[in-house]
Each structure stands twice: as C-alpha cells, then as structure tokens.
C-alpha cells in the first residue's frame, strides 16, 4: 500500500515541480513589488484559504494556503507550505525519520483553484480583517520567506505543517491579539485525525501502530491547530482587536460528495479475527497432540520480528509523537535473533521473554490507544507463548518420569 501512495504521489509532484518552480520565480518578483508598494492598502485581500480533504491518503485531512489579492493590479496568489519533492536524498527514509523538508511555494490562484477543481475538492476562502500596516507587514516576511535561504523547513506533522506556517505567517505578523474559542480540553492528536481518518480503515490503522503514547496526551489550542478544518473554524470564531478576525467567509469551489477512494475488501478488525481463528486451530491441535509446529512458530517470529524492525528504527524518528510506542513491546526485533535458538535447539527461552513483553505492552495499552486488532493477535501470540511452556513443561515431566 505505502509503494503504491509513493509511486502514484511521486507522479503527481513531478508534473508539478517544474510548474512551481517557474511560478515561484515568476512571483518572487510580484510578491516582492507587492511588499514595497502598498500605497493603497484598501485594494489589498489577505485570505486563509482551506481545501477539503481529497482522496489519496496525504491529502485527507485537507489543506491551507494564503492568498494574496491585489484588486488594482489584479495580481492573485496563493501561497503554501505544502511542496516538497521525492527527489531529495534518501527521501523515504528521512521521510520515516522526520527528517523531510518542505518548502514555500506561490502559484497563480487560478491555478491553484483548477488544481482542486480537479480533484473535486472544495476551497473555503476567509478574508481577514486587516490594517494597513498588517498587510505591510505580512506581505513583507513572505517577501523575506521566498529568499532562496528561507523557502526551505524541516515539515512536522502535528507541529511545523502548512496549516500551522500560514497561521503563523498571519497571525505572528498582527499588531495585536488574537483571541480564540476556548479548546478542546479533551482532543488529543489521535481522537482528531481519528475524525478525519475513519472512512479509510486501513490508513487510520497504519497511523495508529505508528503513533505512540504521546499521540494520546491532552492538547493545547495551538496545538489543535495542526488540521485545516480547525484552523478554519477557530480564525471564523476568532476576534482581532474587539472585531471578528474574518470579514466575509467565500465558497470558491464546493467539494464533490465522494472523497474516499476504493477500499481494501477487509478490514485490520477482520484480519485481526482471522488470526485469531487460525491461531486457535493451531493451540487446539498443539494441545491435542501435545507438539509444536515449527513451521508456525517460524512464520510468527520472523513476521513480528520483521514488523518490530520497523517499530524499533522509528525510537530514532524526530516526529515528537511516535518515538515511545508499546506496541514495540508485542513486536520488536528480538525474535530474529532467538529464532536459531528456538527453532533448532527448542530453546523455551524466547516465550518466555516474549510472554513477559506482551504482558507489559497490554498495560500499556492503559495509557496508549493501541488499535483494538493489534490487541486480539497480541493476546492470541500471549497463549501461544503460555502454551509453548505448559507444553514443554508437559514433555520435560514425562521424560522425566521415563528415567
């Protein structure tokens, strides 16, 4: 599934590098011209765009941009945080490590508008409520945020995104404050992209066995910020000076109703269940005949051992929320390397190990949201380790009473 996100997304960009670099050139220039003469302020319209979400999975939580509008010159921008490139070094790697940079990119709004067209997705146009020096002043850090040396920035997923730079870029460039709704005192990163997330079963359970305990904390209103859809709702309930932030709210493009593209026919619950189903066949018949199959105890070690490579690289990952994670307690490398031992000598050693990790993971889930799948294949790899021990327990008594 994640080759295929990569191939179709890196197909898209490509067609669309060459586009963005002409135009980011071609409105350095304008933006800058913008920047030094705003002699007549009132012509000016500084506006938070917000896209809806579309259908590939990096584009289901939507979008914002800034747009800049100048009515007397007719120059139409908009500007986003959300280009970057598959042709960086290394890309999925530093992709999975956090370590991706993104950049500042300008094109013309009816380009921007026919992208989403397109794509049936809609745009929510707010125009902000602005002096004339915060117009000044915000066209002048984007004029210094288009320098080749700034135009560039580490991308964080909940922290450092394009929602929250345009939010920034406005909201830090006022002469004043900005006075929000009270937040959600019981949002935390999880429960919000769960709410955007829950049509496509498999990519929210890609995230939830990424995301770890820290997903699960509280969240200040800042920090809610991160989705487009929030932003857009706190800036429509905001105040900025005693007046409402917004002066008139524009449906550019209205979104088409289907959004969510074709679905895997089963979903993590069900083959979770199935799983489960097999894995008690296989203790019955252990049980039954009081042996072990190898060949099953091979297939779940290297396949939890495999899956923990992945859990285990990402402790060394910069995103904030994925670094401590109780599911690597369930699966994490160690299988790999007491698979000799367990397979040819009939070690017990590892179940017990593995037993005793599981237990804790388990506990964690008190304090982590663990995926309700991956706690049905942990309780069931929990019995096959605590078979593996009674059985052997069984074979060491007879052997020994034969003596």
């Known amino acids: 599934?994640?080759?295929?996100?990569?191939?179709?997304?890196?197909?898209?960009?490509?067609?669309?590098?060459?586009?963005?670099?002409?135009?980011?050139?071609?409105?350095?220039?304008?933006?800058?011209?913008?920047?030094?003469?705003?002699?007549?302020?009132?012509?000016?319209?500084?506006?938070?765009?917000?896209?809806?979400?579309?259908?590939?999975?990096?584009?289901?939580?939507?979008?914002?941009?800034?747009?800049?509008?100048?009515?007397?010159?007719?120059?139409?921008?908009?500007?986003?945080?959300?280009?970057?490139?598959?042709?960086?070094?290394?890309?999925?790697?530093?992709?999975?490590?956090?370590?991706?940079?993104?950049?500042?990119?300008?094109?013309?709004?009816?380009?921007?508008?026919?992208?989403?067209?397109?794509?049936?997705?809609?745009?929510?146009?707010?125009?902000?409520?602005?002096?004339?020096?915060?117009?000044?002043?915000?066209?002048?850090a984007l004029q210094n945020n288009l320098k080749p040396e700034n135009v560039v920035y580490r991308y964080n997923y909940f922290f450092d995104n394009c929602t929250t730079r345009a939010r920034d870029m406005i909201v830090n460039h006022l002469h004043g404050k900005v006075v929000y709704p009270p937040a959600d005192q019981d949002a935390t990163f999880r429960s919000m992209i769960h709410k955007w997330n829950d049509k496509d079963k498999w990519a929210q359970f890609g995230e939830d066995l990424l995301l770890g305990v820290n997903a699960d904390r509280k969240t200040t209103k800042a920090e809610q910020q991160f989705l487009p859809e929030n932003l857009r709702s706190d800036f429509a309930k905001a105040t900025y000076n005693r007046k409402p932030l917004v002066k008139e709210t524009n449906v550019l493009l209205t979104a088409k109703a289907d959004t969510v593209g074709p679905a895997f026919p089963l979903s993590p619950l069900t083959v979770a269940i199935l799983f489960a189903v097999v894995s008690l066949l296989m203790m019955v018949f252990s049980y039954r005949r009081q042996q072990v199959y190898r060949a099953w105890d091979v297939a779940l070690m290297v396949i939890s051992g495999l899956l923990g490579i992945v859990f285990f690289i990402m402790i060394f990952s910069q995103h904030p929320c994925v670094s401590l994670n109780f599911i690597l307690l369930f699966f994490n490398p160690l299988p790999l390397f007491f698979l000799y031992s367990t397979i040819k000598k009939k070690k017990v050693m590892w179940w017990k190990i593995w037993g005793v990790l599981i237990i804790l993971g388990l506990f964690g889930s008190l304090i982590q949201e663990i995926p309700l799948p991956i706690l049905i294949v942990a309780s069931f790899l929990l019995l096959h380790c605590i078979l593996h021990l009674r059985i052997n327990k069984s074979v060491t008594t007879v052997s020994d009473s034969k003596r």
């Not at 996100?5 to 980011?24: C, E, H, P, R, S």
């Not at 993104?102 to 929510?124: A, C, H, I, K, N």
Request: aromatic share 14%.
């Open 1 to 140: 599934m994640l080759s295929g996100f990569f191939t179709t997304f890196a197909q898209k960009m490509k067609k669309g590098i060459l586009y963005i670099v002409l135009t980011f050139l071609l409105s350095v220039v304008n933006l800058t011209a913008g920047a030094q003469a705003l002699s007549n302020a009132d012509s000016i319209q500084i506006s938070l765009l917000t896209c809806s979400p579309g259908k590939e999975v990096w584009t289901q939580y939507g979008h914002t941009a800034i747009r800049y509008y100048d009515k007397e010159s007719g120059e139409d921008l908009a500007i986003n945080y959300g280009t970057f490139s598959f042709d960086q070094s290394y890309f999925i790697p530093r992709f999975v490590l956090g370590m991706t940079d993104y950049r500042m990119g300008v094109q013309p709004m009816d380009t921007f508008l026919s992208q989403y067209s397109y794509e049936g997705r809609g745009v929510t146009e707010q125009v902000l409520r602005l002096s004339a020096k915060d117009k000044e002043v915000i066209c002048e």
